[in-house]
């Protein structure tokens, strides 16, 4: 299969007063997975329907390969699509779902059905192709719904909220055979979710969205690592976030940062942007990131509120003086610190990630 | 239903002896059946027995069964109904189908609208809006002074006496029981089911005809199902618009019956348009069962 590239040009969309997407650009790589992640209202399934064909963009033009598709109806722009809820024909058997779309382009049918033959075997159900679709469980049917999407061959995969519908050690699964399919058949995908965990683990890039625009797009670790924003902080997991101001460059881009509230403490973080003396900053340190110490070392005091069991990690919720949201820290630890104990938090300089910084 | 079952575990768990109040006993239906049995069964038991035993079954009991089903001129009165009933079906089917389409999938905020005007001639009496449209169509009326003044006829068309405008006046009171018939299913169809059609290649009628069209079939059964038997029992329209051009069992059983007055044979006919209809619903039933195992 080769794989064809997507490009998004300056497309928008407004529904009414409402602008559902800002001019949005975005170039997606042939054969790469991108997710599109934000919550709802967000505009990342307009943007997935308006590159389906379902909503026509305002401006923009969206391009296939070099093919200009904007003007095309869906079942001319060689698409295939899995919905939430599967949205398989009722009405017909598993193998003729999976035929569908090669019956609608005029295939021969032996040559459909050995093709649907070949699709349900790819996804582990060679023996179900004459079952109706009532029979099949959640999981069984959204393998149809991907073997039905693939039949055709398309250019481009668009994936709604494809594992919305599963149970959880359901969806983590299909997570990943849904990309090693997507990696073996080298198709270009997006994917649409509003489920972090399930963009970060199932594609090459993600791209953030709020409010109709992409707020940051690189690949998971980055995204994930380097937050750009508080709200692509607080939208991938859980992050810590701090008010501080500037206090001296240490070395190339290692700032001390003296924290607001309380009593002012000193602590590190590397700028990603220019900093000097003085500027007001947050910054953010994820959960797995905060180490605590022994009361007695360095390292921003803090005093555990609550320690929960979480399986194979422990959550602490710390308050420190002069905050009033608390703290959390994942640790792997085997035994658990008290609540009510008294601890230092410590982090390497380059895991306080800089987020916004102010006059 | 939580309600009814949180009313009725109680009801369930306590013993009959305390003599409790209980909702859920079969004491309420019986004002229903008492009703049902005075109004419906014993009438139409008087009526079957009426067709066997009084006139000419007095000597042979199936006489006016026979007469009716083997009789040239009676006979094809009895086929003339059900072709009636079906071209109204069919021209009912048509007209509604579109209608119920538009107003699940485009009318929005206008579907209440649509569904008032759909329902506002139920609402009127029967002989109000047959003589409305005795009002359109007379040799004078709306529709003939339009069609002349725009020259595009030279003398008026003569409406009023063709058998069309018994199927014009049909289809009107019929159309709501299409269109009501059919929405209730397509509302439960999900747009993205033809949304995935389209995007697996099919165009916008290819779509509708593979996954619209036999989703619905459900709605459209029940639809023509209830035109059908209601237009073989239908009167007031017939003897209003038809004015004898139509001669369906419906007239004729009042002609028998008022002017004849053979009320055996009145019977007879009933009980047959009473056996068909029946036949209708459990060919529906028949129907929306083989469906409902396959889902």
């Known amino acids: ?359 | 239903m939580t309600a009814v079952a949180s009313i009725a575990a109680p009801a369930e768990g306590a013993p009959r002896k305390r003599g409790r109040f209980r909702l859920a006993s079969p004491l309420w239906a019986a004002p229903a059946i008492i009703f049902l049995l005075a109004f419906l069964i014993v009438p139409l038991s008087a009526n079957l027995i009426r067709s066997v035993t009084l006139g000419e079954a007095a000597q042979q009991p199936f006489a006016y069964y026979q007469k009716l089903l083997f009789d040239a001129y009676y006979s094809g009165i009895f086929l003339n109904t059900f072709k009636v009933s079906l071209i109204t079906t069919v021209c009912t089917l048509i007209v509604g189908y579109p209608v119920a389409y538009f107003m699940v999938r485009y009318a929005g905020r206008w579907n209440g609208l649509i569904l008032f005007c759909l329902i506002a001639p139920l609402l009127t009496s029967i002989i109000m809006r047959t003589f409305g449209w005795r009002v359109l169509l007379a040799r004078r009326g709306l529709l003939n002074v339009w069609l002349t003044d725009l020259g595009l006829i030279d003398r008026p068309i003569d409406i009023l006496n063709d058998p069309i405008i018994v199927y014009i006046g049909l289809i009107h009171v019929m159309v709501p029981f299409m269109v009501l018939s059919i929405t209730a299913v397509l509302q439960g169809i999900d747009v993205r089911l033809e949304e995935s059609a389209r995007v697996l290649g099919a165009g916008r009628w290819q779509a509708f005809r593979s996954v619209t069209l036999p989703l619905s079939l459900d709605g459209i059964a029940t639809g023509c199902t209830l035109v059908f038997v209601i237009t073989n029992g239908s009167f007031l329209t017939m003897l209003l618009l038809g004015g004898g051009k139509v001669q369906t069992l419906s007239l004729l059983i009042y002609q028998q019956f008022n002017l004849t007055q053979d009320v055996g044979f009145a019977a007879t006919m009933g009980n047959v348009l009473l056996i068909a209809a029946m036949a209708c619903v459990a060919l529906q039933g028949r129907f929306l069962k083989r469906k409902g195992i396959k889902e």
């Open chain 1, 1 to 359: 299969m080769i794989s064809v590239p997507l490009g998004l040009r300056g497309i928008s969309k407004s529904y009414g007063q409402v602008q559902a997407l800002k001019p949005l650009s975005l170039e997606v790589a042939g054969g790469e997975m991108l997710a599109l992640l934000g919550p709802s209202g967000c505009g990342k399934t307009t943007t997935l329907r308006a590159i389906a064909g379902f909503e026509q963009p305002d401006t923009g033009a969206i391009f296939i390969g070099d093919k200009d598709v904007t003007e095309l109806p869906p079942n001319r722009r060689d698409l295939g699509m899995v919905f939430q809820n599967y949205s398989l024909f009722p009405h017909m058997t598993v193998g003729e779902n999976v035929a569908f779309g090669l019956k609608m382009r005029g295939t021969a049918r032996a040559e459909r059905d050995e093709r649907a033959r070949k699709l349900l075997a790819m996804v582990r159900l060679e023996q179900f192709g004459d079952r109706q679709i009532h029979q099949l469980s959640g999981g069984q049917q959204q393998r149809v719904a991907l073997a039905r999407a693939l039949a055709t061959d398309p250019k481009i995969l668009l994936l709604d909220e494809p594992l919305g519908a599963l149970d959880k050690n359901l969806r983590e699964s299909m997570q990943f055979e849904l990309r090693a399919i997507q990696r073996r058949l080298g198709i270009t995908s997006i994917l649409v979710t509003h489920d972090q965990e399930e963009a970060l683990t199932m594609s090459d890039r993600v791209a953030v969205m709020s409010a109709g625009q992409i707020v940051q797009i690189g690949a998971p670790a980055e995204i994930y690592g380097r937050p750009a924003t508080r709200f692509v902080a607080d939208f991938l997991g859980t992050a810590n976030v701090f008010s501080a101001t500037a206090v001296a460059e240490q070395g190339a881009g290692l700032w001390r940062v003296a924290l607001s509230g309380g009593e002012p403490i000193e602590v590190a973080l590397t700028a990603t942007k220019p900093l000097s003396p003085g500027q007001q900053l947050t910054f953010a340190v994820r959960p797995e990131r905060l180490a605590m110490g022994s009361p007695e070392g360095t390292g921003l005091p803090a005093r555990i509120r609550d320690v929960v069991f979480r399986g194979s990690f422990l959550t602490y919720e710390l308050d420190i003086e002069g905050r009033d949201t608390p703290i959390f820290v994942y640790s792997q630890g085997r035994t658990a610190a008290a609540a009510g104990s008294t601890v230092r938090l410590n982090w390497e300089p380059d895991c306080a990630i800089l987020l916004e910084a102010g006059a």
